[in-house]
């Protein structure tokens, strides 16, 4: 939505008199995109993607049953609820510097300590998490209004009791795989 925006705040701005250049024009369009995957997939490499993904998933928990406050409809639905909390400044700030000591991201410290968590709650060892992905990783894509987006699986893996260090080093290898 940040491109879409951009360009439509760009656009106002030359319609309502603001001197603006003109938008650039842009390197690729999403259709050449969606050509360039399909012709990446039929010159293999979705073979490649499929491997991957099939030893990823192998032996992949059905259910990972978390404890709640009342039992589980017979039927699930999808209907869910958030939870919205500030963290202070000094927190988000710690906790980047320990990403940036492990060669992790932000996001991956996270994940790792909401592995911990299903972990402690479960006794679980193997913690799959959903995730989705922009998948914006070329530079021609960056302004390019599209979706980009996968969903993947991130398989959390706290056998053999890790230290937090190990326990980041294998989300951290997780995430990049």
């Known amino acids: 939505f940040a491109v879409l925006i951009h360009d439509l705040v760009h656009l106002y701005s030359i319609e309502v008199g603001v001197a603006l250049p003109a938008l650039e024009p842009l390197e690729i369009q999403y259709l050449d995109y969606v050509d360039w995957e399909r012709r990446c997939f039929d010159a293999g490499a979705l073979e490649v993607h499929r491997t991957f993904w099939m030893k990823e998933l192998e032996n992949l928990p059905e259910l990972v049953t978390m404890p709640t406050d009342r039992p589980r409809p017979p039927v699930q639905t ?27 991201t932000l996001f991956m410290v996270l994940l790792a300590a909401f592995q911990a968590l299903v972990y402690r709650h479960t006794g679980e060892a193997d913690i799959p ?49």
Request: aromatic residues 4%; without cysteine.
């Open 78 to 104: 999808s209907r869910g609820a958030r939870h919205m909390a500030e963290w202070p400044p000094e927190l988000t700030a710690a906790l980047k510097e320990v990403a940036r000591l492990e060669g992790a």
């Open 129 to 177: 998490i959903g995730s989705a992905i922009a998948n914006r990783n070329r530079a021609e894509v960056e302004k390019v209004v599209g979706f980009f987006a996968n969903n993947i699986v991130l398989r959390g893996n706290l056998s053999g009791n890790p230290t937090v260090r190990e326990l980041i080093a294998r989300t951290r290898d997780s995430a990049l795989n």
